[in-house]
C-alpha cells in the first residue's frame, strides 16, 4: 500500500494501478481510500481492486505478498513460508500470458526473486528484485545527516544480501567527486555500516514493520523502468557467474536490466562479496 500511494503522490508515467490482495474487502476499502485523494494526485491515475486477469497487458507486476518479519526474525527466517506465496502467485499471473516485468519486494527477496525467474522461466534481465535500494538511501540519508551534505549528492552503494551479509564497498564511495575517506575515518564509516545493517531490526522493534522507505525505493524502479531510464540502482539482478540474485549497481530501463555496473573492489570487500554470495546460494540450496 506504501507502494501504490507513493505512486499517487510522485508524477510518474503510471495511468493505472490494480491492486490484488487475498483479503478482497480489504483490498476495496484500501482502492476507496486511495481514490478519495485523487483530486489533490500531480497525475490522474486509475485505480482499483482487480484480479489475476488484469495483469494481462501490466508493463509490471510487483509482488509484496508474504508472511511479516517479526522481532527477532531475519528476513532468512521467512524463506519457506513466502516460497509457496511467491509460486502460488506466479502461476495465476503467467495463466494471464503476461509479459511484463516481475518486480520482486518479498523476502528474502534475493533468494525469492531466483525462484520468481526459475519458476516463471522469464528472461533474467525481466525479473527485479528490489535488492538493496532501500540499504542503499538508509546509508546515503545517514552520510548526508551526519555532513550536512543533500543525500543526492552521496555516491556510495551497499551491495550483497538484503540481509545481515551485506556490506558498503567504502573504496566506491564518493561524495560528489571526493572519496569519503577524506571526510569521515574507518571507525565512522564501520559505525554507519552497521547501522544501515539493523535500520530494518530498529524500525520493526518500533513499528512492527517498515513501509514508506521501500515505498519510495519501489517508485524509483518503477520510473526507473517506465521512463527507459539507463540509472544505476543496486536491485537484485542475476549474477551469471554464481547463477543466483544479488544486490549491484544494475542498469536499469524499460527492457529491465540490461548491464551491471563493474565496481572494482578491495580484497576485504572481495572476501565479503563472497561471504555474502555463499549466504544467497546456501538458502537458494535449501529449497
Same mark, same amino acid.
Given at each position: 500500500?506504501?507502494?501504490?500511494?507513493?505512486?499517487?503522490?510522485?508524477?510518474?508515467?503510471?495511468?493505472? !494501478?490494480?491492486?490484488?490482495?487475498?483479503?478482497?474487502?480489504?483490498?476495496?476499502?484500501?482502492? %476507496?481510500?486511495?481514490?478519495?485523494?485523487?483530486?489533490?494526485?500531480?497525475?490522474?491515475?486509475?485505480?482499483?481492486?482487480?484480479?489475476?486477469?488484469?495483469? %494481462?497487458?501490466?508493463?509490471?507486476?510487483?509482488?509484496?505478498?508474504?508472511?511479516?518479519?517479526?522481532?527477532?526474525?531475519?528476513? /532468512?527466517?521467512?524463506?519457506?513460508?513466502?516460497?509457496? !506465496?511467491?509460486?502460488?502467485?506466479?502461476?495465476?499471473?503467467?495463466?494471464?500470458?503476461?509479459?511484463?516485468?516481475?518486480?520482486? &519486494?518479498?523476502?528474502?527477496?534475493?533468494?525469492?526473486?531466483?525462484?520468481?525467474?526459475?519458476?516463471?522461466?522469464?528472461?533474467?534481465?525481466?525479473?527485479?528484485?528490489?535488492?538493496?535500494?532501500?540499504?542503499?538511501?538508509?546509508?546515503?540519508?545517514?552520510?548526508?545527516?551526519?555532513?550536512?551534505?543533500?543525500?543526492?549528492?552521496?555516491?556510495?552503494?551497499? !551491495?550483497?544480501?538484503?540481509?545481515?551479509?551485506?556490506?558498503?564497498?567504502?573504496?566506491?564511495?564518493?561524495?560528489?567527486?571526493?572519496?569519503?575517506?577524506?571526510?569521515?575515518?574507518?571507525?565512522?564509516?564501520?559505525?554507519?555500516?552497521?547501522?544501515?545493517?539493523?535500520?530494518?531490526?530498529?524500525?520493526?522493534?518500533?513499528?512492527?514493520?517498515?513501509?514508506?522507505? =521501500?515505498?519510495?525505493?519501489?517508485?524509483?524502479?518503477?520510473?526507473?523502468?517506465?521512463?527507459?531510464?539507463?540509472?544505476?540502482?543496486?536491485?537484485?539482478?542475476?549474477?551469471?557467474?554464481?547463477?543466483?540474485?544479488?544486490? %549491484?549497481?544494475?542498469?536499469?530501463?524499460?527492457?529491465?536490466?540490461?548491464? !551491471?555496473?563493474?565496481?572494482?573492489?578491495?580484497?576485504?570487500? /572481495?572476501?565479503?562479496?563472497?561471504?555474502? &554470495?555463499?549466504?544467497?546460494?546456501?538458502? =537458494?540450496?535449501?529449497?
Amino acid at each position: 500500500m506504501s507502494y501504490a500511494f507513493a505512486l499517487l503522490n510522485q508524477r510518474t508515467k503510471v495511468t493505472d !494501478i490494480v491492486l490484488i490482495d487475498i483479503d478482497t474487502e480489504r483490498v476495496v476499502g484500501e482502492v %476507496m481510500d486511495l481514490n478519495h485523494g485523487l483530486s489533490f494526485a500531480p497525475n490522474k491515475v486509475n485505480i482499483k481492486a482487480g484480479t489475476y486477469e488484469d495483469c %494481462m497487458d501490466a508493463a509490471i507486476v510487483c509482488i509484496c505478498a508474504g508472511a511479516p518479519q517479526k522481532q527477532g526474525e531475519t528476513r /532468512l527466517d521467512l524463506i519457506h513460508k513466502n516460497e509457496k !506465496i511467491v509460486k502460488d502467485i506466479i502461476d495465476n499471473v503467467l495463466k494471464t500470458n503476461f509479459h511484463g516485468i516481475f518486480l520482486i &519486494v518479498t523476502n528474502p527477496v534475493d533468494v525469492l526473486t531466483y525462484v520468481a525467474q526459475n519458476h516463471s522461466k522469464f528472461p533474467v534481465g525481466k525479473v527485479i528484485g528490489t535488492g538493496t535500494t532501500l540499504d542503499t538511501a538508509r546509508l546515503r540519508f545517514l552520510i548526508g545527516d551526519t555532513l550536512t551534505i543533500n543525500p543526492k549528492n552521496i555516491h556510495a552503494y551497499v !551491495i550483497g544480501e538484503h540481509g545481515d551479509s551485506e556490506f558498503v564497498p567504502w573504496s566506491n564511495a564518493f561524495i560528489g567527486s571526493t572519496s569519503i575517506k577524506e571526510y569521515l575515518d574507518e571507525e565512522k564509516l564501520e559505525s554507519l555500516e552497521l547501522e544501515v545493517k539493523n535500520a530494518a531490526y530498529e524500525v520493526i522493534k518500533r513499528k512492527k514493520a517498515t513501509y514508506y522507505g =521501500i515505498g519510495m525505493s519501489l517508485v524509483r524502479i518503477t520510473n526507473a523502468i517506465l521512463n527507459n531510464e539507463n540509472t544505476i540502482l543496486t536491485i537484485s539482478s542475476y549474477n551469471k557467474e554464481h547463477n543466483l540474485y544479488i544486490g %549491484m549497481p544494475s542498469i536499469v530501463n524499460q527492457k529491465g536490466v540490461v548491464g !551491471i555496473s563493474k565496481m572494482n573492489l578491495t580484497q576485504s570487500e /572481495l572476501e565479503k562479496f563472497n561471504n555474502t &554470495v555463499s549466504v544467497i546460494k546456501r538458502e =537458494i540450496e535449501k529449497l
